[in-house]
């Protein structure tokens, strides 16, 4: 399985995307061959979702729980801090075909900027009752559904939440952002230099149900 982004990088530090980046990568990442505003014209589904850096906060002692709702943990009577929000979508190939049983790994901090992860020095505090992290694989149509808590901006990085997707022959490391959110002040999100690329890692708000907010965010994994 091939994946064009590096295995390991720094969420606070600007990257360049290539043209091998935002077709999701035929091997490893190699030299830049020309910024993403040449293809600022062509649909997603022919580049796939960008790949963008895993950042400094992948998690490295799993929790317990890896379910979708990452708002309650099982023997606990208590629910994560923060406002509730449920992210759904589906995970698409090229051509817009759904990728069945596909990983998804995904994993952002806490409503009150906290990741669980030992590297994290902010002070901020941690929450128990937040999973923190989740593991899933889609159905049949390759949808998938999480539950959790809106993320909090912290230093120069605006909300966004973390995926690692693996489909059948490749891995999709991106993040995803909220719209309304001034994105253009993250580390990352200016490096999409094109329109098109930004709205590719951006959800779409859908409202609210029963007090959580809803968002659909659709991943085309490239070369699938």
């Known amino acids: 399985m091939q994946c064009a982004t590096p295995a390991v990088g720094s969420a606070g530090i600007p990257i360049t995307l290539s043209r091998r980046v935002v077709l999701g990568g035929l091997g490893a990442l190699g030299t830049v061959i020309g910024p993403t ?6 649909p ?18 799993r929790p317990a729980e890896e379910d979708a709702d990452l708002t309650r943990i099982a023997g606990r009577r208590g629910r994560a801090q923060g406002t509730i929000m449920e992210l759904s979508g589906r995970v698409l190939t090229e051509s817009g075909q759904p990728i069945p049983r596909a990983l998804i790994d995904m994993w952002q901090n806490n409503s009150l900027g906290r990741y ?17 992290a989740a593991i899933i694989r889609t159905d049949a149509q390759g949808r998938y559904w999480f539950r959790t808590v809106v993320p909090t901006p912290y230093e120069r990085r605006q909300r966004h939440i973390h995926f690692d997707v693996r489909g059948r022959r490749r891995r999709l490391i991106t993040q995803m952002f909220f719209p309304g959110e001034p994105n253009e002040q993250d580390t990352l999100y200016p490096a999409l230099q094109s329109e098109v690329l930004q709205a590719a890692v951006t959800a779409r708000a859908n409202g609210e149900r029963n007090g959580a907010r809803l968002y659909n965010w659709d991943i085309f994994l490239g070369g699938e």
């Not at 589904?45 to 992948?58: A, D, E, K, M, V």
């Not at 669980?116 to 923190?132: A, I, K, L, M, V």
């Open 44 to 61: 997603l589904n022919r580049r796939g979702t960008p790949q963008l850096s895993i950042g400094p906060f992948y998690p490295l002692d």
């Open 116 to 132: 669980h992860h030992p590297s994290d020095e902010t002070g901020r505090p941690y929450d128990p009752n937040f999973q923190g």
């Open 37 to 42: 505003t040449l293809f600022a014209r062509e």
